[in-house]
C-alpha cells in the first residue's frame, strides 16, 4: 500500500435539509488521494445524498465540501466535472445506440462539446488512450459492439470507462455492482483497485463480501450521520453497526 497521506477531499460539518427532514446531518469525511473508500450504511442512510452533494446535483444547507483546496458547495455541476471530479449513477447513461468505441471517443475530453465533436479526429493518441481503456474495462473484443447488446455488467464497465478516460481525481461509483454476477463481481473488484492508483475512488456499496475485496476504510453512514469508520473487521465487529443492520 502506497498512501501519500495527503486529503484529497474534505467534507466538513456537511448538512442538507428537505423540507426540515435532514438526510444529511453534520457529516465530516475525509479522503487520501490514493484511497479507494467504501461507504455503506442501511437504505435511506444518505449516501447517494452524500454523492449528489459533492457533484453539485444537490446544494448543501450549510457546511463544506473542499477538493484539492476548491469550494466545491458554491460551483456548479459542469464546474465540478472540471475541477476533476467524475460520478457514476445507480443506472448506466450510456448511448444505447452507439457502439462501444463511439461511447468512449465522445467522452474523450477534446470530442466533447458540439465544436469538438465536429473538429474529432481519430489521431494515435487518442486511440491509443482508448484501448487502454477498453482492456482496462475488459471489452477490447466489443469496440465494434453496439452498448445496447453488452450485458448489464460489461454497460456498467463502459460508463466507468466513460468517466476513466476523462482522467478525474476523484471518482464517485453508487452501487457499481448491483445486478452483476459472481465472476462480473470479482472483475469490477479488480477493475476498482487497478484505476484506484493516482486518483481518490468512494464507492457506494451494499455486498459485503464486495466491500472486503476493494476498500482499506470503510464509512457507516446511518441516518445522514457517520455512525463508524474504519477497517473492515473494525466496522463489522462494531456493536452499532450491527444493530444498524440487523435492525433491517
Ligand atoms: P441511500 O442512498 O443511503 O439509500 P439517499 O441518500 O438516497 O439514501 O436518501 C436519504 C434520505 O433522504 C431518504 O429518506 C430519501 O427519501 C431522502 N431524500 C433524498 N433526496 C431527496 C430529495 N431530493 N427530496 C426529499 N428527500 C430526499
Ligand atoms: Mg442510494
Redesign the pocket.
Known amino acids: 500500500m502506497s498512501h501519500s497521506n495527503e486529503i484529497a477531499l474534505a467534507i466538513e460539518d456537511l448538512t442538507v435539509s428537505?423540507?426540515g427532514?435532514r438526510?444529511?446531518d453534520g457529516l465530516n469525511l475525509y479522503v487520501e488521494k490514493n484511497e479507494l473508500r467504501a461507504v455503506i450504511?442501511?437504505?435511506?442512510?444518505?449516501?447517494?445524498?452524500?454523492l449528489?452533494l459533492i457533484c453539485g446535483k444537490?446544494k448543501a444547507t450549510s457546511g463544506t465540501i473542499q477538493f484539492k483546496g476548491i469550494e466545491l458547495t458554491k460551483l456548479p455541476e459542469h464546474k465540478i466535472v472540471q475541477a476533476g471530479v467524475g460520478r457514476k449513477f445507480q443506472n448506466p447513461s450510456i448511448y444505447e445506440n452507439l457502439t462501444v468505441l463511439e461511447n468512449l471517443e465522445i467522452s474523450f475530453p477534446r470530442g466533447r462539446g458540439i465544436l469538438g465533436a465536429l473538429t474529432f479526429e481519430r489521431t494515435q493518441d487518442v486511440l491509443d488512450r482508448i484501448h487502454e481503456v477498453l482492456d482496462t474495462i475488459f471489452l477490447s473484443n466489443h469496440l465494434n459492439t453496439q452498448a445496447g447488446l453488452l450485458s448489464h455488467g460489461q454497460k456498467q464497465w463502459l460508463e466507468i470507462g466513460m468517466l476513466i478516460i476523462q482522467d478525474p481525481e476523484l471518482l464517485m461509483l453508487?452501487e457499481p455492482v448491483a445486478g452483476m454476477s459472481v465472476s462480473e463481481r470479482e472483475k469490477t473488484a479488480d477493475l476498482l483497485n487497478r484505476i484506484s492508483r493516482g486518483r481518490s475512488v468512494i464507492v457506494?456499496e451494499h455486498d459485503m463480501e464486495f466491500v472486503k475485496r476493494i476498500a482499506h476504510k470503510v464509512t457507516v453512514?446511518h441516518q445522514?450521520k457517520l455512525l463508524a469508520e474504519g477497517n473492515m473487521d473494525a466496522v463489522q465487529s462494531n456493536p452499532k453497526v450491527i444493530e444498524v443492520y440487523l435492525g433491517h
Open positions: 428537505f423540507d427532514f438526510a444529511v450504511g442501511p437504505n435511506g442512510a444518505g449516501k447517494t445524498t452524500v449528489d444537490t453508487d457506494i453512514l445522514g
